[in-house]
């Protein structure tokens, strides 16, 4: 596609569940990044990928937290056994590789979730 | 600990006057600063960046200026317009790293234009 494509687009669900976001980056990007945004808050890094692997996971805020990548493209984001404070719009960006001249990310337009 | 911080949640300004939005940051080895815009629903585009090694970049109504010394950059949007409405953030990248594009957000500034 031509932009960055994330789903669900929203998500409500119970506490205690497990949920899982997926988004397919821009075609030819094999940076991608997660972030979250708080209600009221800036957005929050949780993990980056080159390629299938993840040299950067330090924003994962727990170990409830996961994110795979396959065959350098879509990539899952898995939150076990969801909390109240994990609800959050999650958005998902690819930029080129390895490191875009720019710094420019591209975003999805988000997954938003809420525990209930 | 906020490494970028915008300390305006929010600005309202009249269309056709400039909107300046402020941001500081902590980190003396950021060498990359970018603003995004983000419409409601929408994810952040990116609007304007500039290098450590300038201290004004200039897009159009756009313009960013980097004072290095201070630590702080700001957006100057002139002239205002309705459709400029929206959450602005800021952010900061190392570029000489390994690891990607990590970018470094601000907590956003809230911009209302007002016809």
């Known amino acids: 596609g031509a932009g960055v494509s994330q789903s669900p687009s929203n998500k409500v669900t119970e506490k205690g569940k497990d949920v899982e976001l997926r988004c397919d980056p821009i075609?030819?990007?094999?940076?991608l990044y997660w972030y979250r945004q708080s209600l009221g808050q800036g957005l929050e890094f949780l993990i980056y990928?080159?390629?299938?692997?993840?040299?950067?996971k330090s924003g994962l805020p727990s170990d409830r937290f996961s994110a795979e990548r396959t065959g350098g493209s879509v990539s899952t984001l898995t939150i076990q056994r969801t909390q109240q404070e994990d609800s959050a719009v999650y958005l998902c960006?690819?930029?080129?590789?390895?490191?875009?001249?720019?710094?420019?990310?591209?975003f999805g337009e988000g997954s938003r979730l809420t525990v209930l | 600990d906020q490494q970028v911080k915008q300390n305006s949640p929010s600005l309202s300004v009249q269309e056709g006057r400039i909107s300046i939005l402020n941001c500081d940051y902590t980190?003396?080895?950021?060498?990359?600063f970018l603003w995004y815009k983000k419409y409601p629903a929408e994810g952040p585009t990116f609007l304007i960046s500039?290098?450590?090694?300038?201290d004004k970049n200039e897009d159009g109504r756009f313009t960013v200026f980097l004072n290095k010394s201070a630590k702080h950059l700001s957006l100057h949007i002139v002239p205002s317009q309705p459709g400029d409405s929206a959450v602005y953030f800021c952010?900061?990248?190392?570029?000489?790293?390994?690891?990607?594009?990590?970018?470094?957000f601000g907590g956003g500034t809230r911009v209302l234009v007002k016809p």
């Open positions: 980190n003396s080895m950021f060498d990359y």
């Open positions: 075609s030819g990007h094999t940076a």
């Open positions: 952010a900061a990248d190392l570029l000489l790293k390994a690891a990607g594009n990590k970018l470094t």
């Open positions: 960006a690819s930029s080129l590789t390895p490191i875009s001249d720019t710094g420019e990310l591209f």
């Open positions: 990928f080159q390629g299938n692997s993840a040299p950067d």
């Open positions: 500039i290098s450590s090694i300038k």
